[in-house]
C-alpha cells in the first residue's frame, strides 16, 4: 500500500505513539489516512494526544501537528536527512521483519549502508583497556573483511567500534536514541561527523528535535540488533543496555556473540551470562567472520522464502511449517520466555530464533512484557 510520507510524519507527531501502538492502529484502521480520520475519542490514546488530533481535525494543514511535519521535511531537505517510512523499498528488509519496526527512519549519509551485511558492536560504556582494545580491533577487522559495523554511538566499546571501522577505512552505521539533528554524546559529535563523511550513516526513528532521555535507548537498541545480521557484546555488566541489546538480538532470530574475559571483571559478568544462555564464544575476529559468512547465506535465503512485511499484518492462515506447529505446541497458554522455549523445544538459539520471526510474521505469535504468546491454541 503506497502511503504518502507527509501522512507518516503526521503521526510521527503524536507523543506516546510508539512503533507498537503505531503499527496496531494502522491494521485496526487500515491505513495512517484511516487513523487520522477516526475520532480521537475512539483511540487508545492521552488527552494531550486527543487534543493534537482534535486540532488536526479542526485546522488541517494549519494544525500542530501538520506544520511540525512540513517543517521536518524541509529541514531534512536542508540538511540531507532522508525520510524512509515503512512501506518504501528503501526500507532495510532485516529490520522490516522484526517486531514492531520503525514506521519513519530518518538517515543521514549514504542510505545504501543499510543494506550491506552489518554485525552490531556494542558493551559498556565504562570498560577496561582490555576491552576498548578489543572492541577497536573486532571493528577494524570486521570492516576489512567488508561487513558494516553498527552501533548506538555511546562512550566506551561503541564509540571504540565505530573508531576501528573508519581505522580500516570500512562503513559504520550508528543508531542515536534522539532526533538525527542531535547527537549524544556531545563528545561524539567529530565522531558522528567522520561517520557520515567516510560514507557510514546516523539513523533515528525519532521525530527531529527530539531530546535524548532514557526512556528512548532500549528503543534504539532494537534497531540496532534489527539492522544487523548478529549482535557481539564485547564487554557488560549484568546490569546493561548491551545485554538489552542482545535480548533483543535473540527475540529477533539474530545470532549473540560474546567475548569471554576475567572472572574478577565486572564488565564481563554480562558477556559470562550471555555465553552460559548459548551465545556463540568468539575468541578471535576471524571467526566471528567465518560464522558471520554463513548468517549472510541463511539470512538470504530467510528473506528470499519470506513473504515481505506488508504495512498491514501478515494474513493469519500463513502456512506454517512442521517445526514451527511443534514449537507452538510446546508454548502452551500463557507467555513464555525465550530461555523457556529453549528448554522445552530443545533447539539451538539459532534455529528457535528464526522460527520465532517466521511465526510473528505469520500472525501466529506476538512479543509480550512477559515472553512470546501464541495466538494459535486450539
Known sequence: MNIPLFDYLLLNQIPGLGAASCLDLMNKFGSIRGLLSAKPESLPLDAGAKRLLDNYWAEGDKSDI??????EITWCEENQVEIIPLSSEDYPALLKQIHRPPPLLYVRGDITQLHRPQLALVGSRKPSAGGLENAMAFGRYLAASGFTVTS????????????????????????LGCGIDKIYPYRHTELAEQIVASGGALVSEFPIGTPPTPALFPQRNRVISGLSMGVLV????????????????LQQGREVFAIPSSIHNPQSKGCHRLLKDGATLVESAQDLVNELQGLIELKASELENSPQMPLLAVE?????????????????????????????TKMSVRELGVILVSLELKDCIKLTPYGYESLKMN
Not at 501538520?66 to 517543517?71: G, I, N
Not at 554511538?153 to 571504540?160: M, N, P, T, V
Not at 564485547?234 to 538480538?249: H, P, W
Not at 511443534?326 to 497458554?333: Q, S
Open 66 to 71: 501538520a506544520q511540525k511535519a512540513q517543517s
Open 152 to 175: 548506538g554511538l555511546a562512550l566506551g566499546i561503541d564509540g571504540a567500534a565505530h573508531q576501528g571501522a573508519l581505522k580500516a577505512g570500512g562503513s559504520t552505521i550508528a543508531v
Open 234 to 249: 564485547v564487554e557488560a555488566a549484568l546490569r546493561s543496555g548491551s545485554l538489552i541489546t542482545a535480548r533483543e538480538g
Open 316 to 344: 493469519a492462515d500463513a502456512i506454517v511449517s512442521e517445526k514451527e506447529q511443534a514449537v507452538l505446541g510446546k508454548m502452551g497458554y500463557d507467555p513464555i520466555s525465550v530461555d523457556a522455549l529453549l528448554a522445552r
